[in-house]
C-alpha cells in the first residue's frame, strides 16, 4: 500500500468518525443526559471505531441497521422504568423485607413445623396428577418472575402446576456443624442478613440480592470465593427432594441416594421438587481488605495479569498465604483491566488509622465498577468495605446492566435523589418489556457467561473481542472438582497431569467470562445477528471444553446441547427416580422458543432413543 492511499484512508476514516459523532450529537441534543453519555463513550473507548487495518480494506464496514418503532421504544424505556418498574420494585422489596423479618422472628421449631406442612401440601398435590389428562409438572411461579434471560416458554406447553412460593424460610443456623438449612426460594440478601453479624457466611454468596438458593443449586451460581470452594452447587451438604411419586427424601455424597446428589446440580429442577438443602457456612469478619490492581496491555497479557492475581505460578494453590479469599477482575477495554483480591479483616484492622474505608453498599455511591476502573488512572490502591456492603457490591446497578436500562443512573444528581429505588427488580423489568421489547433483548443484546478452563481465559477474552465487541467483561476463576461420577459439567480428562498454572490434583480451575452488554456493532448502529453470535459462542464453547450456564439464552439443538454437558448420569437418575414423564428433560427446559405440549410429551416418551452425542 502506498502512502498516499494510507493518508487518504487515515482522512476518509477521521472524516467518517467526525461525521458520525456530529450526527449522533445533534439526534441526541434534546436530551443533554444521553447526549453526555454517548458522547463520552465514544471519546473513552480505546480503540477507534474507524481504524484502517488491512482487513478493513478487504470487508466492507457492516451496513447500517434500519432502527424501526421498537428501537424507539427501548431508547425511550427509561421513562417506563423510573416512573413505574423503579417504585413498584422498591414497594416490592419492602414488602418482601417485612416478609424476611416476619419469618426470622418466629422460633426454629416453628418453621421446621410450618415447612413439614408445606412439604407434605406438595406430596399431596403430586399424588393428585392423573398423568394422562394432567401434562407434566412444573412450579407456578409466574414465567417473568425467573431472574434469567430465558424466556421460560416451556410453561407454554400443558402443565400440572405445584406451588411452592411458601419455601422461603431459612430454617436453622447450626453453628457447630456449620450448617445452614434452608428454603429454595431464600435469597442472597435474605440469607447474609442473617449470618453476616454471627460472623458467618455461606462459602459462595452469588453477588445479586434477588439470586435463590434454588436457582443456584438447580442451574448455576458462582461468585469471587468459587477459586476455592467451587460453584454454589459444590458447597451444599445435603439436598431435601420430593421425588415424582411423592416420596421426601434426603441425599448426601455417601448415602443411599447419592446418585441423585451429584446429579441435581444443573438439573433446571427436572429430577424432583428440592425444598430444603444443608449448605456449608464459614467464619469471617466485619470487613474486606480490597486491592484494586490494574493491568495494561493486550488481552493475553490482561489474561495472564488475571491468572497471576490468584493463582501461585509455582503451583502452591492451597496455600492461604498466597491464594486471596476473594478474586474478581473486569477487563474495560482490548487494552486495560483491573484485577481486585480481597481478604477478610476485623473491625480494629480496619479501623486503624490511614486505612480507607468505603461503604460501597450507600445509595450515593459510585456504582462498583465504575469505581474499580478508577484504578486504571490512580494505580494499584488498597480500601476496606463492610463485608456484606461487598458480597452485593454489583446489586445496585446490576453489574453495568443499569448503564443500559437507566443512561444517566449513574450521574452524581441520579444517585442522590433517586438512587435509593435501584435497582429496579428484574422480574418487573420483564414483566413490563412485551414480546417484541423481549425478542429485541435476544437479538440486540448478550447476556451470557462462558466458562472455559483458566488457561484459556485469553482466547476467549480474544473471541468476544472478535466477535461481540463487549465490555466490560467480568472474570471470576472457580474451581471444577473432580467427583467420583461424571456429572453434567466435569474437568478435562487429564488434566492434573498437565499441572497448568490454577490447577491442583483434585480440581480444575476454570473461569467465567462474563459478557453482559450491548455489542459494539450495534452501539454503533450496525447489522448485528445476536442468534448467529451466540450459535459461533456455543460452538467455541464446545470445541474448548467448556460451558454455557442454562439460565442464559441457548441456540443449541438438542445433539449440540448433549456434547456441551455429559448426559448419562443424569439420564440414569432421571429413570431410577420416575422424573421421565412427570418433569421436563433439562434440554427442553433449556430450549429457546415456545414448546408445545405435543413436542415435550413425544420427547419425554422417546427419551431412550432420543440421540445424544457421540462421545468423542
Request: proline letters at 5%; charged letters at 25%; a neutral charge.
Amino acid at each position: 500500500m502506498t502512502p498516499e492511499l494510507v493518508e487518504k484512508v487515515d482522512l476518509e476514516c477521521s472524516v467518517d468518525a467526525s461525521s458520525m459523532l456530529l450526527k449522533m450529537h445533534m439526534r441526541f441534543a434534546l436530551f443533554p443526559c444521553l447526549n453526555g453519555i454517548l458522547i463520552s463513550m465514544l471519546l473513552k473507548r480505546k480503540r477507534p471505531f474507524f481504524t484502517p487495518t488491512m482487513s478493513d480494506l478487504q470487508a466492507p464496514l457492516r451496513p447500517k441497521r434500519k432502527k424501526g418503532l421498537v428501537d424507539f421504544l427501548v431508547q425511550f424505556r427509561w421513562i417506563l422504568v423510573i416512573f413505574i418498574v423503579l417504585p413498584f420494585s422498591a414497594l416490592y422489596y419492602f414488602l418482601i423485607y417485612v416478609g424476611d423479618v416476619r419469618s426470622e422472628m418466629k422460633s426454629y421449631k416453628q418453621r421446621q413445623k410450618e415447612h413439614d406442612e408445606n412439604v407434605k401440601k406438595v406430596v399431596k398435590r403430586l399424588k393428585q396428577r392423573n398423568p394422562k389428562k394432567d401434562g407434566l409438572v412444573c412450579t407456578a411461579r409466574k414465567p417473568w418472575v425467573a431472574v434469567g434471560m430465558r424466556n421460560v416458554d416451556y410453561k407454554r406447553a400443558r402443565h400440572y402446576e405445584v406451588d411452592l412460593s411458601a419455601f422461603r424460610n431459612i430454617l436453622e443456623i447450626d453453628k457447630e456443624r456449620m450448617i445452614a438449612r434452608v428454603e429454595p426460594l431464600v435469597n442472597m440478601g435474605q440469607i447474609t442478613r442473617a449470618t453476616v453479624p454471627m460472623n458467618l457466611s455461606l462459602a459462595v454468596v452469588a453477588e445479586l440480592d434477588d439470586l435463590t438458593v434454588g436457582g443456584l443449586i438447580n442451574g448455576y451460581g458462582i461468585e469471587g470465593s468459587s477459586h476455592i470452594y467451587g460453584l454454589f452447587s459444590d458447597t451444599v451438604v445435603a439436598y431435601e427432594i420430593v421425588l415424582a411419586d411423592g416420596r421426601v427424601v434426603r441425599a448426601t455424597k455417601d448415602n443411599e441416594y447419592s446418585d441423585l446428589f451429584y446429579a441435581i446440580p444443573w438439573s433446571q429442577g427436572t429430577l424432583g421438587f428440592l425444598v430444603a438443602a444443608e449448605i456449608k457456612l464459614i467464619p469471617i469478619k466485619e470487613y474486606m481488605r480490597l486491592t484494586y490492581t490494574p493491568v495494561v496491555g493486550n488481552l493475553k497479557e490482561l489474561a495472564q495479569g488475571y491468572m497471576d492475581s490468584f493463582a501461585p505460578r509455582d503451583g502452591d494453590q492451597d496455600n492461604p498465604a498466597k491464594v486471596p479469599d476473594f478474586v474478581e477482575g473486569m477487563v474495560y477495554s482490548p487494552t486495560e483491566g483491573v484485577f481486585m483480591t480481597g481478604r477478610y479483616a476485623s473491625k480494629e484492622e480496619a479501623k486503624k488509622k490511614g486505612n480507607k474505608i468505603n461503604n460501597v453498599g450507600w445509595w450515593f455511591k459510585p456504582w462498583f465498577y465504575q469505581h474499580a476502573q478508577t484504578a486504571i488512572k490512580k494505580g494499584e490502591f488498597v480500601e476496606y468495605i463492610p463485608t456484606r456492603e461487598y458480597y452485593h457490591r454489583h446489586t445496585r446497578c446490576l453489574y453495568w446492566e443499569g448503564k443500559l436500562i437507566l443512561p444517566f443512573g449513574d450521574q452524581f444528581w441520579f444517585r442522590f435523589l433517586l438512587g435509593w429505588l435501584m435497582p429496579p427488580k428484574v422480574s418487573l423489568l420483564k414483566a413490563t418489556q412485551g414480546e417484541a421489547i423481549r425478542n429485541y433483548y435476544h437479538e440486540m443484546h448478550v447476556i451470557q457467561d462462558m466458562l472455559v478452563p483458566l488457561y484459556k481465559v485469553g482466547d476467549a477474552l480474544e473471541w468476544v473481542d472478535r466477535e461481540m465487541e463487549i465490555y466490560p467483561l467480568w472474570l471470576c476463576p472457580h474451581r471444577l472438582f473432580k467427583l467420583p461420577v461424571k456429572t453434567m459439567v466435569y474437568p478435562e480428562p487429564g488434566f492434573e497431569h498437565h499441572h497448568r498454572q490454577g490447577d491442583t490434583e483434585y480440581a480444575q480451575m476454570f473461569t467465567d467470562v462474563g459478557v453482559y452488554y450491548a455489542p459494539g456493532p450495534v452501539l454503533r448502529g450496525e447489522v448485528f445477528d445476536g442468534a448467529e453470535a451466540v450459535r459461533k459462542m456455543e460452538k467455541w464453547l464446545i470445541e474448548n471444553h467448556s460451558f454455557q450456564p442454562q439460565y442464559a439464552v441457548s441456540e443449541l439443538n438438542e445433539k449440540d446441547f448433549w456434547k456441551m454437558f455429559d448426559a448419562d448420569l443424569y439420564e440414569h437418575v432421571r429413570r431410577k427416580y420416575g422424573a421421565v414423564g412427570t418433569f421436563m428433560s433439562v434440554y427442553y427446559k433449556s430450549k429457546k422458543g415456545r414448546k408445545t405440549e405435543k413436542e415435550v410429551q413425544e420427547a419425554e416418551q422417546a427419551h431412550l432413543e432420543t440421540a445424544y452425542a457421540e462421545a468423542d
